[in-house]
């Protein structure tokens, strides 16, 4: 007898999902939408203290205008970004086809929070870093335009870290996609 053909003959288990299995996923995926919200919900804030510094010591009118925009936009993206994404947790006796729907209930949530963070956390971060930068670059070219060639890699790391968070961000979304096509089909085969 060939081992190799032993090995290759032997019949293969399809994985089942429990629903013990899916309670877990479904909380550590919570868990991890709740880790989120709070960092991005600390980001705004930080980002709105920064906004108000900026207002209460601008000494023009343009300048303070542009930081209650920035101000405006983080109070915005926090309550957007945040709108309808603390769910209640799923009951402890929630049977199999509960359980899978409070699962794709968490997955699309988690999909949603990924589509928002373009325009309600990206958004307002450029913008504020922007209001800052701008007259910061201005004053440097004034002075002397050289220093601006100091600013190259400051700039290409930003650059660099948005096309990477973005890219990730995509990445992810195809992730969830793909993990509510494999609850269709637990949920197609538990039916039949």
């Not at 109070?75 to 309808?84: E, L």
């Not at 701008?134 to 600013?151: E, G, I, K, Q």
């Not at 890219?167 to 494999?182: G, N």
């Amino acid at each position: 007898m060939d081992p190799k053909k032993i090995w290759q003959d032997q019949p293969t288990e399809t994985p089942k999902m429990t629903l013990l299995l899916i309670r877990k996923t479904a909380r550590d995926l919570r868990a991890k939408t709740r880790r989120e919200l709070l960092g991005i919900a600390s980001a705004h804030l930080a980002f709105a203290i920064f906004a108000i510094v900026g207002i209460v010591r601008s000494p023009a009118l343009p300048q303070r205008t542009a930081w209650a925009i920035a101000l405006l936009w983080c109070g915005a993206g926090a309550w957007m970004y945040q709108r309808g994404m603390w769910p209640a947790p799923m009951a402890g006796d929630a049977g199999l086809e509960t359980g899978i729907d409070y699962y794709r209930q968490e997955i699309e949530r988690r999909r949603s929070l990924l589509g928002r963070w373009l325009g309600w956390v990206l958004g307002p971060v450029l913008f504020t870093l922007g209001v800052f930068i701008v007259p910061l670059m201005t004053w440097m070219l004034a002075s002397n335009p050289r220093l601006l060639r100091n600013t190259i890699p400051f700039f290409t790391m930003l650059t660099g870290w948005m096309v990477a968070m973005v890219v990730l961000r995509i990445r992810r979304k195809r992730e969830l996609a793909r993990e509510i096509d494999e609850l269709n089909q637990i949920e197609k085969e538990s039916r039949q």
